[in-house]
Every structure is written in C-alpha cells, then in structure tokens.
C-alpha cells in the first residue's frame, strides 16, 4: 500500500519525470556524475548536523564503524519522490553496518513541507534540513544526489539514479576494507555570512559574457540589486510549487522593467542547482533576460548571503551597505523597494 501511494503521487505531480530539463538535456546522472570527479575517493567531511526531530547525528564519528548513505532530495523534485520507495527499503533493511540519512537541500523548501511530505509518504529514517553547507561539501548539482561513504570513511560512489549502479556501491561499502585507519578529514565550519547592515563583500565575479561585476564600487558609487535566482524557476515549479514558479515570474518581469534606470546596478544569481552556464545562458535569451547574469555553480554566494529560497532580492546602498531584502511572500514590491532608494 506504502509503495501504491507513492506512485500515485509521482503520477499526480505531472509530466516532470525527470527532472528540470534544461539546455542541453544533459542527465541527473550526468550532472551528479560530474559533481562526484572531485569527491570520489577523498575522505569524507566531518559534521555534526541536528534532525528536524532534534536528535543529533555525528558523521565524523560514523565514519570507521559502518558506511554512510546521504540523499540529498527535495519535496519539489518528481524524481526524488520516485525514488522513495527504494530509499525507504534500504533505510528499513540497513542493518547495523549502513547508516541511511535523508537530507533535504533547503532550497525552496521548509520544515512544514517537509514534515507534511513526511506523513503523506510515511517516512522513517532520519531527515537533516540543510543549510547549505553539507550541499557544498558534497557538490550538490541535482536532486537526488546519492552519496555512498564507505567504512574506510572515503566516499565510494556519487549519483542521481536508485539502479543498479547504486545498489553494488551499497554493499560495496559495507565491506570491512583496506585500510582500516581512517584517513584525515575536515571539519564543516559556517563560512562567512553576510546580513542586512553588513557590507557587500569584497570581491568579484564573472558574468555569462565574462566580463568582470564587482560588488563593491567606490569609484562609482551606485545602488546595487543582487536578485537570486533558479533558471527553471517557472517551468518546472510550475506544476510542484505554482505559487514559487508565479513569484519567480513576477520578479523577472519587475526587474526588467526596473533594470532601465541607470541608477542602479543590477546582477542576477543563479543557483548550480540542475543548473549549468549553458542552461543559465538559455534561460537568459528565451525570455531576453537584460540584466547581467552569473552562474553560482558551487552555491557559495547562496551560502554567503544566506539565500535559501529563489526569488530572493538583496538591495544595497551606494556606499555598499546591504540595506533591505525581499524574499517571496514579502508584501513590498520590488518597485516600491527600488523607488524608495
């Protein structure tokens, strides 16, 4: 009965099967394939990270006793919900030498949703909201990304699809292994977080037409609009989160009508996640986007101004102070925002 109501629920949730469908039509496999290049094999990071629940799970101190299986998934994401049964088979048939824990990304998602998906889905194993840093230490791209740490404390296998492919990394990492010292690890620890009063960071980046935007100017002291964003915000929320899809179009049309004044400056930041620069750059010349943009590929900035949900608008002074931010259920206008400057 468990597995029926899942299904249904991926049946109802549309013709979005596999995930936001972008540019190149490059696959979730693909994509989390890529993110795991530089993570295959490497010792896995240390956490202590807290459940929605409040129990408290240390990795660091998993890792030499038994594997690890961290999913990373969303409420939104069709093949997340999918892939549920399979996920909640291997949590309920683990054993004392697999630990299996759910991690919601944090991304347009919220602990209401995710307790709700919770019981509608009759989820067991333990669930971690994810403030972004797990996401960057792992190289989140998609949803789901599977990571499989095995008992050496290395990680073993990175991917999107519950196949074959994860199964065999499943028990492979069960294995007792060589060697049995667990190699050095890092530590997670909250990178620099920046809030309304503080200032713009200085730095830079580099947009699609590789040219340079620096947040700081003081040699032309302007307003800058920092509006973050998700390339498939309209299409593919459109039929998970309608609401989250009809402020993402609203945002876009505000700030191109607003981008004309010359006052301000404006840059748009978008998210890594199911995202590449061939995906940002199309979403940019279908709906003739005027603004300058930039691919957050590693989710740093995300991380650095505390941005979880999209569409996010951060507003600073001319001197680069960050002075407002609007999030999606704000009821000011970024028109009315952008006037009062």
Same mark, same amino acid.
């Given at each position: 009965?468990?597995?029926?109501?899942?299904?249904?629920?991926?049946?109802?949730?549309?013709?979005?099967?596999?995930?936001?469908?972008?540019?190149?039509?490059?696959?979730?496999?693909?994509?989390? *394939?890529?993110?795991?290049?530089?993570?295959?094999?490497?010792?896995?990071?240390?956490?202590?990270?807290?459940?929605?629940? #409040?129990?408290?799970?240390?990795?660091?101190?998993?890792?030499?006793? @038994?594997?690890?299986?961290?999913?990373?998934?969303?409420?939104?994401?069709?093949? =997340?919900?999918?892939?549920?049964?399979?996920?909640?088979?291997?949590?309920?048939?683990?054993?004392?030498?697999?630990?299996?824990?759910?991690?919601?990304?944090?991304?347009?998602?919220?602990?209401?949703?995710?307790?709700?998906?919770?019981?509608?889905? #009759?989820?067991?194993?333990?669930?971690?909201?994810?403030?972004?840093?797990?996401?960057?230490?792992?190289?989140?791209?998609?949803?789901?990304?599977?990571?499989?740490? #095995?008992?050496?404390?290395?990680?073993?296998?990175?991917?999107?699809?519950?196949?074959?492919? /994860?199964?065999?990394?499943?028990?492979?990492? !069960?294995?007792?292994?060589?060697?049995?010292?667990?190699?050095?690890?890092?530590?997670?620890?909250?990178?620099?977080?920046?809030?309304?009063?503080?200032?713009? &960071?200085?730095?830079?980046?580099?947009?699609?037409?590789?040219? !340079? %935007?620096?947040? !700081?100017?003081?040699?032309? &002291?302007?307003?800058?609009?920092?509006?973050?964003?998700?390339?498939? =915000?309209?299409?593919?929320?459109?039929?998970?989160?309608?609401?989250?899809?009809?402020? =993402?179009?609203?945002?876009? *049309?505000?700030?191109?009508? /607003?981008?004309?004044?010359?006052?301000?400056?404006?840059?748009?930041?978008?998210?890594?996640?199911?995202?590449?620069?061939?995906?940002?750059? @199309?979403?940019?010349?279908?709906?003739?986007?005027?603004?300058?943009?930039?691919?957050?590929?590693? #989710?740093?900035? %995300?991380?650095?101004?505390?941005?979880?949900?999209?569409?996010?608008?951060?507003?600073?002074?001319?001197?680069?102070?960050?002075?407002?931010?609007?999030?999606?259920?704000?009821?000011?206008?970024? !028109?009315?925002?952008?006037?009062?400057?």
């Amino acid at each position: 009965m468990k597995i029926m109501r899942w299904l249904g629920l991926a049946a109802l949730a549309g013709v979005w099967l596999l995930g936001p469908l972008m540019a190149a039509e490059t696959t979730g496999q693909e994509r989390a *394939e890529a993110a795991g290049k530089g993570l295959v094999g490497s010792p896995a990071p240390r956490a202590v990270v807290k459940t929605i629940d #409040g129990d408290t799970i240390d990795l660091g101190a998993l890792y030499g006793k @038994k594997a690890v299986y961290l999913k990373f998934w969303a409420t939104w994401c069709v093949p =997340c919900r999918q892939q549920m049964p399979h996920f909640e088979h291997t949590y309920e048939t683990a054993g004392p030498d697999l630990a299996v824990i759910a991690i919601d990304v944090g991304f347009n998602d919220s602990l209401k949703e995710i307790q709700r998906y919770r019981r509608t889905l #009759g989820i067991t194993m333990p669930i971690i909201l994810d403030d972004g840093q797990l996401g960057g230490a792992f190289n989140l791209r998609v949803t789901p990304q599977h990571i499989v740490i #095995g008992r050496d404390g290395r990680i073993q296998y990175v991917g999107h699809l519950a196949d074959a492919r /994860l199964d065999a990394a499943l028990l492979a990492a !069960r294995q007792p292994g060589l060697p049995k010292a667990i190699p050095a690890t890092t530590a997670l620890s909250e990178g620099p977080r920046i809030n309304v009063g503080d200032r713009l &960071p200085a730095q830079s980046v580099t947009t699609l037409d590789e040219k !340079r %935007f620096v947040f !700081r100017t003081p040699a032309t &002291p302007r307003p800058t609009v920092l509006v973050f964003l998700s390339p498939w =915000c309209e299409s593919y929320l459109a039929t998970t989160r309608p609401a989250i899809s009809a402020s =993402c179009r609203r945002t876009r *049309e505000q700030v191109d009508a /607003l981008a004309q004044d010359q006052r301000v400056r404006w840059i748009g930041i978008a998210s890594g996640l199911w995202a590449s620069a061939d995906d940002l750059r @199309k979403y940019r010349d279908d709906y003739k986007i005027g603004i300058p943009l930039t691919l957050d590929e590693s #989710g740093a900035l %995300f991380r650095i101004f505390r941005v979880a949900d999209v569409p996010t608008v951060l507003i600073a002074d001319a001197q680069g102070k960050l002075i407002r931010r609007i999030v999606p259920d704000d009821r000011e206008s970024l !028109r009315q925002a952008i006037g009062s400057l």
